[in-house]
């Protein structure tokens, strides 16, 4: 049996069996399953199963077990239940397991948890493009600062395919906004257009002329979350017969005209405080804001609070061509690698080392998921000694002004999105980082009684 086929088989063990899965999907490095009766599943013994870097209890069950493992685990679960990926299985609950869900899915879904977690929505699924692009513009700018000329055939080529998601991404976010909100997504994707259209360079409003892009990616997702709420307002009262001339036809006039008017000043002001504002603490703080946000960074991302940034940092690339933001924040990530090779170095619980030896490479590339629900979190003051870390790399950063030209991507993977031929200060700040890690956590982070209760 394959160790990936071992792994699903172990967790479908641990949570009741196959027949206690409502429906499941993964993201990168997680197994993400909704289950019939969360009782059933023993949550020891899925952190015990070998393969497992962490088990989050949030609104659905989710098993960490890295990148590249997740797509070949789901896999095989679908082969083991006959269960496809985000399909949903008639619950059969009773009474009282379905109120104890509800009670749970209310409790974490407060406002702003479920609408950062919709902004996630609209972007992770985005990732993949903005990473490829992003990388192919990194080497067309490499190409250029070493010579290159503009106009070389390849070159064009390169700018072309890297540039063209950026070009239309309020296109994309649109679409994703109204299908993520419940609308109809090709009127999401008409609101984005509406906001980058060339034509609105030609029409005077107030005295002055439009502009197009204005509010950036905010406005889109203004625009298109309208669209759905405008879409629903219309059905209430619109025939049958001709809903699906008349719906459309009406949402559009009213949105567009309100996005023209309204969304996309509105959303302008809210871009230019926002982007200005990131760029005046980092000024103004230096190390001490770049220090602060790296450190606390970690934390956001377990409250779930840091997708949204995703918007930020597009919005600084859409106005600015790179985010200063993200090269900061990356250094969190760093700072967990060089934690979990101290507690590696000073450990001698094999299981553990084991653990960390499997997220390692991922945690180098900037995937820290593994290493940090299956190492330094479970293990509580290594965490500390990381963000800690993650904070002296957050500060180096800050000094050189660093910034990338794509999101998606973080650790040694996010170099070739550098800007400015800034790489090897970039790099310089990743090793900075994972000695401080490693400094803080073998000194004061890692204790060997740790191992006992690991």
């Known amino acids: 049996m394959k ?19 409502r429906s499941f999907t993964h993201c990168m490095t997680r197994v993400r399953l909704d289950l019939k009766n969360d009782s059933k599943a023993d949550i020891q013994a899925l952190k015990n199963i070998d393969g497992v870097m962490g088990v989050i ?5 989710q098993v960490v077990v ?100 950026f070009g239309y991404l309020a296109i994309v976010v649109g679409w994703n906004t109204a299908k993520e909100f419940g609308g109809t997504p090709v009127l999401g994707a008409i609101a984005g257009i509406i906001t980058i259209h060339p034509g609105l360079a030609d029409i005077v409003l107030f005295g ?55 969304v996309m000043p509105a959303a302008g002001v809210l871009s ?56 900061i924040l990356a250094m969190a990530g760093a700072g967990q690698v060089g ?31 593994p290493l940090l629900y299956g190492v330094t979190l479970p293990l509580g003051r290594p965490f500390i000694t990381a963000c800690m870390g993650a904070a002296v790399g957050g500060a180096y950063q800050a000094i050189m002004h660093t910034a990338a030209s794509g999101i998606g991507v973080s650790g040694l993977s996010l170099i070739p999105l550098i800007v400015e031929n800034k790489y090897l200060m970039y790099f310089f700040g990743l090793v900075i980082t994972y000695t401080a890690g490693f400094i803080f956590t073998y000194f004061f982070g890692f204790k060997k009684e740790m191992d006992e209760g690991f």
Do not use: C
Not at 13 to 21: E, K, L, Q, Y
Not at 358 to 364: D, T
């Open 339 to 369: 934690a979990s090779i101290a507690i590696f170095v000073k450990s001698r619980n094999q299981r553990l080392k084991n653990v960390i030896k499997g997220g390692l490479p991922a945690g180098f590339l900037g995937i820290g998921e």
């Open 57 to 61: 209890e949030d609104e659905t069950l």
């Open 3 to 21: 160790k990936e086929e071992k792994l699903a088989r172990g967790i479908l063990d641990h949570i009741g069996g196959g027949d206690n899965i």
């Open 66 to 165: 890295g990148p590249g493992t997740v797509n070949k685990v789901s896999d095989h679960i679908t082969k083991m239940t006959g269960i496809r990926m985000g399909e949903t299985v008639d619950a059969n609950e009773d009474d009282t397991v379905s109120l104890k869900k509800a009670e749970l899915k209310k409790k974490n879904n407060t406002p702003v948890k479920n609408l950062l977690r919709k902004i996630g929505s609209i972007f992770i699924p985005l990732i993949p493009g903005l990473v490829a692009s992003g990388i192919i513009n990194g080497i067309a700018g490499f190409a250029k600062n070493a010579g290159v000329s503009e106009t070389e055939t390849w070159i064009q080529i390169l700018t072309l395919l890297g540039g063209s998601i």
């Open 208 to 262: 002055e002329n439009l502009l197009p892009g204005r509010g950036g990616l905010f406005g889109a997702m203004f625009a298109a979350w309208l669209m759905v709420v405008f879409e629903r307002f219309y059905r209430r009262f619109i025939p049958n017969a001709v809903d699906i001339i008349v719906t459309p036809l009406l949402t559009v006039l009213s949105v567009g005209l309100l996005t023209i008017v309204a």
């Open 272 to 327: 230019d405080g926002i982007t200005s504002g990131i760029h005046a603490v980092l000024e103004v703080g230096g190390p001490v804001a770049g220090g602060l946000l790296a450190g606390f960074f970690l934390p956001l991302v377990m409250l779930g609070l840091h997708h949204g940034l995703t918007p930020i940092h597009m919005e600084l690339i859409n106005s600015m061509n790179a985010t200063s933001l993200l090269p």
